[in-house]
Protein backbone atom coordinates (compact mmCIF):
# COMPACT_ATOMS: atom_id res chain seq x y z
CA UNK A 1 0.00 0.00 0.00
CA UNK A 2 1.28 3.40 -0.73
CA UNK A 3 2.26 5.68 1.88
CA UNK A 4 -0.06 8.89 1.34
CA UNK A 5 3.31 11.70 2.43
CA UNK A 6 2.44 15.19 2.09
CA UNK A 7 5.64 16.55 3.97
CA UNK A 8 8.82 14.91 4.05
CA UNK A 9 11.22 16.68 6.73
CA UNK A 10 8.94 19.93 6.07
CA UNK A 11 8.66 19.99 2.32
CA UNK A 12 5.68 19.67 0.49
CA UNK A 13 4.98 16.67 -2.38
CA UNK A 14 2.46 16.20 -4.72
CA UNK A 15 1.14 13.49 -7.08
CA UNK A 16 2.13 13.85 -11.01
CA UNK A 17 0.82 12.07 -14.25
CA UNK A 18 2.70 12.16 -17.19
CA UNK A 19 0.38 12.02 -20.03
CA UNK A 20 -0.73 12.53 -24.02
CA UNK A 21 -3.64 13.57 -24.60
CA UNK A 22 -5.79 13.09 -27.77
CA UNK A 23 -7.10 16.19 -29.99
CA UNK A 24 -10.45 18.05 -28.63
CA UNK A 25 -12.94 16.06 -30.80
CA UNK A 26 -11.43 12.59 -29.70
CA UNK A 27 -11.61 13.45 -26.45
CA UNK A 28 -15.16 14.36 -26.35
CA UNK A 29 -15.90 11.06 -27.91
CA UNK A 30 -13.76 8.98 -25.32
CA UNK A 31 -15.49 11.34 -22.78
CA UNK A 32 -18.91 10.52 -23.58
CA UNK A 33 -18.04 6.87 -23.76
CA UNK A 34 -16.91 7.43 -20.20
CA UNK A 35 -20.08 9.56 -19.11
CA UNK A 36 -21.98 6.47 -20.53
CA UNK A 37 -20.00 3.92 -18.56
CA UNK A 38 -20.44 6.48 -15.13
CA UNK A 39 -24.47 6.17 -15.64
CA UNK A 40 -25.16 2.59 -16.72
CA UNK A 41 -22.58 0.73 -13.89
CA UNK A 42 -23.01 3.38 -11.15
CA UNK A 43 -19.20 4.22 -11.92
CA UNK A 44 -18.85 8.04 -11.26
CA UNK A 45 -14.86 7.85 -11.10
CA UNK A 46 -15.05 7.20 -14.47
CA UNK A 47 -16.31 10.65 -15.73
CA UNK A 48 -13.86 11.95 -12.86
CA UNK A 49 -10.20 12.62 -15.32
CA UNK A 50 -10.26 13.58 -18.92
CA UNK A 51 -9.37 11.17 -21.70
CA UNK A 52 -5.50 10.51 -21.67
CA UNK A 53 -3.03 8.47 -21.86
CA UNK A 54 -0.46 7.99 -19.16
CA UNK A 55 3.16 7.28 -19.55
CA UNK A 56 3.88 7.65 -16.00
CA UNK A 57 2.98 8.70 -12.42
CA UNK A 58 4.73 9.40 -9.42
CA UNK A 59 5.07 11.41 -6.11
CA UNK A 60 7.78 14.23 -5.45
CA UNK A 61 8.96 16.68 -3.77
CA UNK A 62 7.50 20.17 -5.26
CA UNK A 63 11.13 21.49 -4.60
CA UNK A 64 12.44 18.96 -7.03
CA UNK A 65 9.77 20.25 -10.01
CA UNK A 66 12.22 22.27 -12.08
CA UNK A 67 15.05 19.96 -12.22
CA UNK A 68 12.11 17.72 -13.67
CA UNK A 69 10.46 20.09 -15.37
CA UNK A 70 14.23 20.41 -17.56
CA UNK A 71 14.69 16.77 -17.50
CA UNK A 72 10.97 16.47 -19.89
CA UNK A 73 12.05 19.47 -21.90
CA UNK A 74 15.10 17.94 -22.99
CA UNK A 75 13.06 14.16 -23.77
CA UNK A 76 10.42 16.16 -25.44
CA UNK A 77 13.01 18.66 -27.51
CA UNK A 78 14.53 14.96 -28.88
CA UNK A 79 11.29 13.64 -29.58
CA UNK A 80 9.85 13.23 -32.93
CA UNK A 81 5.72 13.30 -33.61
CA UNK A 82 4.02 9.84 -33.98
CA UNK A 83 0.43 8.72 -35.31
CA UNK A 84 -1.57 6.71 -31.68
CA UNK A 85 -4.16 4.43 -33.14
CA UNK A 86 -7.13 3.22 -30.83
CA UNK A 87 -9.09 0.28 -31.57
CA UNK A 88 -12.23 -1.64 -29.57
CA UNK A 89 -11.74 -2.13 -25.94
CA UNK A 90 -9.98 -4.15 -23.42
CA UNK A 91 -9.38 -4.78 -20.10
CA UNK A 92 -7.57 -5.57 -16.62
CA UNK A 93 -9.14 -8.22 -14.49
CA UNK A 94 -10.95 -7.18 -13.09
CA UNK A 95 -11.01 -3.56 -12.29
CA UNK A 96 -10.39 -2.01 -15.20
CA UNK A 97 -11.63 -1.33 -18.94
CA UNK A 98 -9.84 0.27 -21.08
CA UNK A 99 -9.96 1.40 -25.50
CA UNK A 100 -6.85 -0.05 -26.89
CA UNK A 101 -3.99 1.38 -28.06
CA UNK A 102 -2.76 -0.73 -31.43
CA UNK A 103 0.06 1.42 -32.04
CA UNK A 104 2.01 0.48 -28.88
CA UNK A 105 5.93 0.63 -29.87
CA UNK A 106 6.26 4.15 -30.07
CA UNK A 107 4.80 4.78 -26.68
CA UNK A 108 7.00 2.44 -25.13
CA UNK A 109 9.74 3.56 -27.00
CA UNK A 110 8.66 7.36 -25.55
CA UNK A 111 8.91 6.00 -21.58
CA UNK A 112 11.97 4.04 -22.23
CA UNK A 113 13.47 7.49 -22.92
CA UNK A 114 12.07 8.54 -19.07
CA UNK A 115 12.89 5.11 -17.18
CA UNK A 116 17.25 6.01 -16.77
CA UNK A 117 16.04 8.83 -14.57
CA UNK A 118 13.67 7.50 -12.60
CA UNK A 119 15.46 8.08 -9.60
CA UNK A 120 14.97 11.83 -10.05
CA UNK A 121 10.78 10.82 -9.38
CA UNK A 122 11.21 8.15 -6.33
CA UNK A 123 10.17 10.60 -3.26
CA UNK A 124 11.16 7.43 -0.73
CA UNK A 125 11.12 3.92 -1.09
CA UNK A 126 7.27 3.57 -0.49
CA UNK A 127 6.83 5.62 -3.62
CA UNK A 128 8.11 4.83 -6.39
CA UNK A 129 7.44 6.01 -9.96
CA UNK A 130 5.12 3.84 -11.59
CA UNK A 131 5.81 3.48 -15.56
CA UNK A 132 2.94 2.61 -18.23
CA UNK A 133 4.43 -1.06 -19.56
CA UNK A 134 1.18 -1.76 -21.78
CA UNK A 135 -0.42 1.36 -23.13
CA UNK A 136 -4.01 2.02 -23.12
CA UNK A 137 -6.75 4.99 -22.35
CA UNK A 138 -8.91 4.34 -19.29
CA UNK A 139 -12.67 3.92 -19.63
CA UNK A 140 -13.02 3.25 -16.06
CA UNK A 141 -10.76 1.86 -12.97
CA UNK A 142 -11.29 0.71 -9.52
CA UNK A 143 -13.90 -1.03 -10.40
CA UNK A 144 -16.15 -3.49 -8.02
CA UNK A 145 -16.58 -7.15 -9.75
CA UNK A 146 -19.89 -6.68 -10.68
CA UNK A 147 -19.51 -3.43 -12.10
CA UNK A 148 -16.36 -5.10 -14.25
CA UNK A 149 -18.15 -8.49 -15.22
CA UNK A 150 -21.24 -6.39 -16.50
CA UNK A 151 -19.29 -3.56 -17.74
CA UNK A 152 -17.06 -6.26 -19.56
CA UNK A 153 -20.05 -8.17 -20.64
CA UNK A 154 -21.14 -5.30 -22.84
CA UNK A 155 -17.86 -3.27 -24.16
CA UNK A 156 -15.86 -6.57 -25.18
CA UNK A 157 -18.44 -6.47 -27.94
CA UNK A 158 -18.48 -2.84 -28.65
CA UNK A 159 -16.29 -1.30 -30.87
CA UNK A 160 -14.48 2.06 -31.39
CA UNK A 161 -11.71 3.59 -33.73
CA UNK A 162 -10.00 6.68 -33.21
CA UNK A 163 -6.46 7.75 -33.67
CA UNK A 164 -4.20 11.24 -33.19
CA UNK A 165 -1.08 12.27 -33.31
CA UNK A 166 1.10 12.88 -30.00
CA UNK A 167 3.23 16.05 -30.54
CA UNK A 168 3.65 16.78 -27.35
CA UNK A 169 3.34 15.23 -23.54
CA UNK A 170 1.54 16.97 -20.90
CA UNK A 171 2.65 17.29 -17.33
CA UNK A 172 -0.28 17.08 -14.48
CA UNK A 173 -0.30 18.00 -11.28
CA UNK A 174 -2.09 17.16 -8.04
CA UNK A 175 -1.43 19.21 -4.34
CA UNK A 176 -2.55 18.19 -1.12
CA UNK A 177 -6.46 19.07 -0.98
CA UNK A 178 -6.80 19.53 -4.82
CA UNK A 179 -9.70 17.43 -6.56
CA UNK A 180 -8.13 16.60 -9.69
CA UNK A 181 -4.86 17.10 -11.59
CA UNK A 182 -3.88 20.13 -13.33
CA UNK A 183 -1.99 21.09 -16.35
CA UNK A 184 1.30 22.08 -15.17
CA UNK A 185 3.44 22.23 -18.20
CA UNK A 186 3.18 20.45 -21.95
CA UNK A 187 6.21 19.61 -23.78
CA UNK A 188 5.92 19.63 -27.55
CA UNK A 189 7.65 17.18 -29.17
CA UNK A 190 10.55 18.66 -31.67
CA UNK A 191 12.94 15.91 -33.03
CA UNK A 192 15.81 18.05 -32.45
CA UNK A 193 19.41 15.99 -32.93
CA UNK A 194 20.90 14.87 -29.48
CA UNK A 195 23.47 17.17 -29.93
CA UNK A 196 21.17 19.86 -29.12
CA UNK A 197 19.90 17.54 -26.41
CA UNK A 198 23.43 16.89 -24.71
CA UNK A 199 23.96 20.67 -25.11
CA UNK A 200 20.80 21.70 -22.82
CA UNK A 201 21.16 18.84 -20.44
CA UNK A 202 25.40 19.45 -19.93
CA UNK A 203 25.45 23.15 -20.61
Known amino acids: MQTDITTLAGYRSSEYLLV ?17 FAETYGAPGAVWSRAHLTLARFRQLDMMEERILNRLKVVAMGQYPFKVELRDFGSFPSHTIYITVTTKE ?7 QI ?5 LLKLDKDNKPHFIDEPHLTVARGLQPWQYEKGWLEYS ?14 LLRR ?14 FQNLPVVTKQ ?5
Open 175 to 188: REGDKGYHVLRRFE
Open 199 to 203: GLLFG
Open 115 to 119: KPWQR
Open 20 to 36: LSPHEELRERIGQIKKE
Open 157 to 170: QKHFTGRFIADGMI
Open 106 to 112: PVRDLVK
